[in-house]
Every structure is written in C-alpha cells, then in structure tokens.
C-alpha cells in the first residue's frame, strides 16, 4: 500500500548541496570584504563556528577544496595570495541582480521598446492595412492571403491592395548609461555601509545590461576627491577611501563619457550620501567640509543646466535625510530638468531598476 512518508520541517532543506549554500554565502561576504578570499574566509569559519554551518562530513577545508577545483578562487603567483577568478566575478553580479531585481513585481513594462512602431528588430503581434509607402518586407503574407481568400473566394483567387497587411515592428531605444558612485569617506561613516549595497546595485545593473540589453552601455565612475572610471570586473573590489566628495569631477567625467557615445539617449545616474564638499582648482583641491559651500554648489548647478542643454537627464539617488541636503538636491533636479529619489539603503536597487526600466520605454529626442 501507497502512502505518504512525514518528517520533522527542516529550514535549511531548500535542494541546494553544502556546497552551493555555502558557496551562496561566500559570495555575499565577498561583496563586504571587496573582493578579499583570506578576510571572507575568516568570517566564513567565524560564522561555521557560531551557526555550525560544517558537519563531519563535508568541512570548511572541504568547501576551499572544492572551491578551487570548480575554478572560484585560485593562488596568485606574484603574492602566494589567493583571488577570486573572473567566474567568481561574474557570479557575484549575477548573485546580485537576483537579489535585487528578482524582488520588484513582475509587470509587463520596461521591455525595452518605445512607443513608437518602425523600422526595428523587435516584431509586433499586431498588424494594420497596407499603405502607399509601405516598404514589401513589411507584408505579412499569411495575413494577406488569407483576406484575399476572404474577400473574392477560392476559386479565381485574386490579391488586391486592399488585402494586403503590415506587420509592424517595434523599435527598440538604445540608452548609454553613466552610474557615478559617491566612494568619499561618508559612506562608512556612522557605522553605516553604505557602499556595498551602491557597489551591489552596480553589479547588478551591469549584469542586466549585458545580458538583457547588450545594445546599450554602461560606464561606471567612482568620485571622491577626483574621479575616475571602473571597469565592471572591478566592482567587487571597490573600497571607500579617504576622499571628500567631488561632484564636479564625477559629472565631467560622465559628460565627457557620454559625448563619445553614439547611442542618442544618454543618462546619468548618481548614488551618493553627502554633500558635494571639493572642488579641483588647477593642481589644488578646494575643500570645505563645513556646510553647503557656494562656490562648490554653484560649480554642480552649471554642470546640471549644460547637462539639460545636451539633453542628458540626471537622476540622483541621495542616501542621506538631512533637510538642506534635501534641498540642494531638488534644486540642482530642477535645473537639470532630471529626477532625484531620497532612498533608504534597502530600497535603493528597486528605485534604480525601476527608474531605468520605466526610462526605456520613451524616447528622449
């Protein structure tokens, strides 16, 4: 006789092997020790020994071994250290956009597509009658004979113009992106981190870019006294450092970016917690630390407006709720013509994806 066999709930029987869970964990800790295997393995063994995530028959050493032989980590030459691979690197971003993207709701927008039908790659299940200046790759011929056996019979079958259907396509935006990430010494400071869940939300953005939308781009900077460009391997490993925050460096850099990209929808979108406090003047740094400086601020509202001229909308996302923080911000949104979110640490990957999702499907002339 057939029945059914009862056991005890197990929280921790999700189908994956100690190997994956622990793997799961692992790249999560790398994110927070940007990129370090020795200090994520510590914290790994710390964790093992509070929560006993090891048994006797599958140990941390096995974990390590198993690491390397599946091509996670591997010893680096120069140092004896050990690194993580570019398999690993990947893993991470992939790790983070299903933590970040798999969480909004699934609706039926932000495809991509724009409003507009045309010539595209993307074919629409609708058609319309043809008209004088149709191009003939844009007949649907099924459609077509099917309303000329409709319309004058099976036996003399004619076709006519007036049978003859389009069937559209969808044109597709394609958009350059720059995401600008605040790596000043406020972002850890307070005992909040601030910068990994920025760091999180760039790998994740990255990762859908390159697999759901390989057309467009995306440039990462990273500002603090200056500003420079990351490559998206690089991500994991970003530490905050001890910088001011230089706004201007950071948004020159994106528009001098963006004036090369031949894509016409350009955007920039900026994470950061404070308050723009530096400025470069030739080959000395201007610094004020105390309070919104004018000549700082005013410097980041010309840059907004030359910004709004070149048509490239900015959309700040501001981890800080200081009220005259708050302020600067609206202002400079207003003289850009852009967006700005004032966003908690962990909602700020569905304010951006949901941004930039929505932000695909119009077309910005």
Known sequence: MQGFQFSGFDPNADGKTRFEQLLDLFMQLLTYTSGDVGETL?????????????????????????????????????????????????????KSLEEIFGKLKKTKSGEHQTFKPGGGDEISPDTRPFQFGDLLEQIDFTESIR???????????MMQEDDLQIRETDFKAQTSTVLMIDISHSMILYGEDRITP??????????????KYPKDTLDIVVFGNDAWPVEIKDLPYLQVGPYHTNTVAGLELAMDILRRRKNPNKQIFVITD?????????????????????????????????????????????????????????????????KAFFASLDKLGAFIFKDFESGKRKTLY
């Not at 309303?147 to 079958?157: K, M, R």
């Not at 309070?291 to 907004?304: E, F, I, P």
């Open 42 to 94: 510590q914290w790994l063994n710390e964790l093992d020994k509070k929560y006993e995530l090891t048994d006797d028959e599958y140990g941390m050493g096995d974990f390590i071994d198993d690491l390397k032989s599946k091509g996670y980590i591997a010893d680096n030459e120069q140092n004896g250290e050990i690194r993580i691979t570019p398999k690993t690197e990947q893993g991470i971003r992939k």
């Open 274 to 338: 404070g308050k723009p406090t530096c400025l470069k003047i030739g080959r000395r740094y201007y610094k004020n630390s105390f309070g919104l400086d004018r000549k700082v601020t005013s410097r980041c509202m010309n840059l907004a407006a030359q910004c709004k001229k070149l048509k490239i909308p900015i959309t700040t996302f501001m981890i800080a709720t200081d009220p005259y923080l708050q302020r600067f911000v609206q202002e400079f949104t207003e003289t850009n013509n852009g």
């Open 147 to 157: 309303n000329a056996q409709i319309n004058h019979g099976l036996d003399s079958f």
């Open 198 to 211: 920025a760091k999180k939300v760039a790998m994740a953005l990255s990762e859908l870019i390159t697999t």
